[in-house]
């Protein structure tokens, strides 16, 4: 007869074979941590951590998920998953999660467990299916179809689809936002004078420093031409006023220059703030309707809902 001890070395032997890679854990109502007791060969040579890099689940999932933010925001997936789980027949949770290796490279992987485990009490599998080629591919193309491919920068879907996200929290939360609608001064002559290639640098300069000047929560776009719509979470006018000046101040500083020629570049703006139950389109509208009445007052200047400031003035 086989002992346990016996059925153990087997089973962790057969897994060995197991091309996927794989994490054999054992609960630990004491101490709360679940004991790694197996990792098999395609996990050493995948992930790369050995059982005595991992003694336990909470040193794993440190070491896999170092950002403090993403580690909270994984854990919260496999929460809600096991919460989900008293409506369902199955007890098997599945979570698609990027992974720090040993290494110190991050790969994909669609992760997958059974909570009711038939092996022993309390004995988890854990199987890691490396998707890493798979998901970067898809994050590049989503990453492709939401971006402008002249100026890097987001596309007119995509910022219209942020608009509508925005406008929902701005419903729930109250938190302003506000639009900057700009577009390239007299681009028509520069066209003319320069040609179609020194158009594109300039579209493509301009979105670089309107990049640089902005935040990390700000949103620039690439309206249509040489025309830009800037997304400014949690800002009145007067911050985005604030935000506007220090990329005009910047336009004008930087040189511009086609062919050893030089030359001046120069925006309008027209800046308005979301209005309560108003549709996203009645603000876009509103910021190009100020931008317009900026281009008749003589270019290179800032138009806002009361106030119309012109550069060196």
């Not at 054999?24 to 050493?44: H, M, S």
């Not at 309206?223 to 005009?248: D, F, H, Q, S």
Request: aromatic share 12%; glycine share 4%.
């Amino acid at each position: 007869m086989i002992t346990i001890k016996n059925e153990e070395a087997l089973f962790f032997q057969y897994l060995d074979f197991l091309p996927t890679p794989a994490l054999i854990g054992q609960e630990d109502k004491c101490n709360k941590r679940a004991k790694i007791l197996f990792v098999n060969k395609a996990f050493i040579n995948t992930i790369g951590y050995k059982v005595t890099d991992i003694p336990d689940h909470l040193s794993f999932i440190s070491r896999a998920y170092p950002d403090i933010n993403y580690r909270h925001e994984v854990m919260m997936s496999w929460l809600n998953r096991m919460s989900q789980l008293t409506s369902r027949k199955t007890s098997i949770i599945q979570l698609c999660s990027k992974v720090l290796c040993k290494d110190q490279q991050y790969r994909w992987f669609d992760i997958r467990t059974e909570l009711k485990s038939t092996i022993g009490k309390g004995v988890v599998i854990v199987l890691f299916n490396n998707v890493d080629k798979a998901k970067n591919e898809a994050l590049q193309y989503a990453k492709l179809s939401r971006t402008d491919p002249l100026t890097k920068l987001a596309n007119r879907r995509y910022i219209q689809q942020l608009l509508k996200q925005e406008t929902l929290n701005y419903q729930q939360d109250y938190n302003p936002f506000s639009l900057v609608m700009a577009d390239i001064d007299f681009f028509k002559t520069i066209n003319d004078s320069f040609g179609h290639s020194c158009g594109d640098y300039v579209i493509e300069m301009v979105a670089k420093i309107i990049n640089r000047s902005t935040r990390k929560i700000d949103v620039a776009a690439r309206w249509g031409g040489e025309e830009y719509l800037l997304l400014l979470p949690k800002t009145n006018t007067t911050e985005a006023r604030i935000v506007v000046k220090k990329i005009m101040k910047r336009i004008h500083e930087y040189a511009f220059e086609w062919e050893g020629e030089r030359f001046n570049v120069s925006l309008t703006y027209g800046i308005t703030e979301y209005r309560m139950t108003e549709e996203c389109q009645e603000t876009i509208k509103r910021a190009d309707g100020y931008l317009y009445q900026g281009k008749s007052k003589g270019r290179d200047c800032i138009v806002s809902d009361s106030l119309i400031e012109v550069w060196g003035e």
